[in-house]
C-alpha cells in the first residue's frame, strides 16, 4: 500500500466523508541565505519529497487533524480562542486554516490526515510544505476565489502569527511554484520568478547532506538576525536617503560606513549584500552551465553565512571543510536557516560514491555518526491529487 492510499485509509476512520488529496514540496535553496527577508533575492529548487494531505469539509465549525507521521491529533472549533506559539506541529495547522478562513470569510470547519515525506528539522522546508498543503486542500475545497501567490503569502503571514517565526517568502514560494527539473530566480521584492533550467549543468549531480542535528537556538537567532539588519537599514538610511531593506545598498556603500556601523550588523548587512551579488551571477551561470563557477559561488556564500552571518555550526562546516577535499566537488554550502540542518552539494556524477563515503566517514570520526545524503530532483509546485 502506497504513503497516499495510508492517508486516504487513515482518513477513513476520522470522517465518513468523500477526502480529496493535496500536496506540497520541501524545497533546498542552492544559494541566496537570509536575503529574502531582506527583500533580495534566492535561488530554491522544490523537492520531490512532500507532505500529502487528505481532507474534506465539515458543516460544523470543528477541525480535527492528525498527523500520521507522529500519530498524534488535535482539535478546536473556529469560534473557540485561537492558540498560538505552543511549540509544536498545531501552529502550523491552526495557523493557516484561521488566516485563509478569516480572509476568505470560511465559517465551516474541516477534517484533515497527512504524513510528510520532507526530512524534519533539516532546513527543507518541511514547515511551509505542510502550511501549504493544508492550506490548499481548504481554500480549494471551500472553494474560495484564491490566487496561488496569495496562498503563498498567507502561508508566511500564518508562521509570522502562529508560529513566531519572522520568515521571508522564499519557502513558501519554493512550495507553491517550484518546477519540476528548474530551480527558481525569486526577486523577493517584485516576486518575480525566472525559473532556471537545471539540465544546463551537465554531468553534474546535486547532493543534499543532513546532519542529522538542529542546535536549539535556531529560531532565536534568526529572528535575532533579522533585527539587526532592520538596524542595519535604519543607520544606512541616515546616510543614503530612502532606503527600504538591504535590497537597495551595494557592498561598496556598507564598506563605506563602516564605521557607522556596530560590528556586529556592519557584518550581517555585509552578508547579506554580497549574497544578493552571488545570487545573481549564480543564476547566470546556470543559465550557461558553467558549473564550476557555481560552485565557488557556493562556496563563497558558505564562508559568508560562516564567518560575517555566524549561522552555521561544526557539523555543518565538517560537511563543507569534507566536501572541499573531493576532487570532483564543485562547491559545498549550508542551506537553510542554519544551526544545523543540510549542506547543498554540487559535484560530478562520477564521483558520487566517492562523495557519499569520504563525506560520510569523515564525518562519522568526528561526531560518532553519520550524515544522511539525498539525491533530491526538482518537483513541480502544490497541486491536487487524483484519487
Not at 317 to 342: H, N, P, S, W
Request: hydrophobic share 40%; glycine share 8%.
Amino acid at each position: 500500500m502506497g504513503r497516499l492510499e495510508i492517508v486516504v485509509k487513515q482518513f477513513g476512520g476520522m470522517s465518513s466523508a468523500t477526502p480529496r488529496a493535496f500536496r506540497a514540496p520541501g524545497r533546498v535553496n542552492l544559494i541566496g541565505e537570509h536575503t529574502d527577508y531582506n527583500d533580495g533575492f534566492v535561488m530554491p529548487f522544490a523537492l520531490n519529497r512532500d507532505t500529502v494531505t487528505v481532507a474534506a469539509l465539515r458543516d460544523d465549525d470543528q477541525v480535527n487533524a492528525r498527523a500520521l507521521d507522529v500519530n498524534q491529533g488535535l482539535s478546536f472549533k473556529l469560534s473557540d480562542e485561537p492558540q498560538k506559539e505552543t511549540g509544536g506541529w498545531r501552529d502550523y495547522v491552526e495557523g493557516i486554516i484561521r488566516i485563509l478562513g478569516r480572509k476568505y470569510r470560511i465559517d465551516r470547519g474541516i477534517d484533515l490526515a497527512f504524513s510528510s515525506t520532507v526530512p524534519m528539522g533539516g532546513g527543507l522546508s518541511s514547515s511551509a510544505a505542510l502550511l501549504t498543503s493544508v492550506g490548499l486542500a481548504y481554500v480549494t475545497l471551500a472553494e474560495a476565489d484564491f490566487e496561488r501567490e496569495e496562498l503563498a503569502l498567507d502561508a508566511q503571514a500564518a508562521e509570522h502569527e502562529f508560529v513566531g517565526m519572522r520568515s521571508g517568502i522564499m519557502d513558501q514560494f519554493a512550495a507553491v511554484f517550484g518546477k519540476k527539473d528548474h530551480a527558481m530566480l525569486l526577486d523577493c521584492r517584485s516576486r518575480k520568478i525566472e525559473q532556471k533550467p537545471l539540465d544546463t549543468l551537465t554531468d553534474a549531480k546535486i547532493l543534499v547532506c543532513d546532519t542529522k542535528v538542529q542546535h536549539s537556538l535556531a529560531s532565536s537567532e534568526y529572528n535575532q538576525r533579522r533585527a539587526q539588519c532592520e538596524l542595519g537599514v535604519k543607520i544606512l538610511r541616515r546616510h543614503l536617503g530612502n532606503i527600504d531593506a538591504l535590497r537597495d545598498v551595494t557592498p561598496e556603500e556598507v564598506e563605506a560606513f563602516r564605521e557607522e556601523l556596530p560590528e556586529i550588523v556592519y557584518r550581517r548587512c555585509k552578508h547579506v549584500v554580497t549574497e544578493d551579488q552571488r545570487t545573481l551571477a549564480a543564476a547566470q551561470a546556470v543559465e550557461v552551465g558553467n558549473v564550476a563557477r557555481l560552485g565557488e559561488l557556493m562556496f563563497e556564500s558558505h564562508r559568508s553565512l560562516m564567518f560575517d552571518y555566524q549561522v552555521s555550526c561544526p557539523e555543518l562546516d565538517m560537511l563543507v571543510d569534507a566536501a572541499k577535499e573531493i576532487d570532483g566537488v564543485y562547491g559545498a554550502r549550508m542551506t537553510g536557516g542554519g544551526f544545523g540542518g543540510c549542506t547543498v552539494n554540487l559535484i560530478r556524477k562520477d564521483v558520487e560514491e566517492l562523495f557519499r563515503k569520504v563525506v560520510a566517514d569523515i564525518y562519522a570520526g568526528s561526531f560518532g555518526f553519520e550524515p544522511i545524503i539525498y539525491a533530491f530532483e526538482a518537483a513541480d509546485g502544490a497541486s491536487e491529487i487524483e484519487l
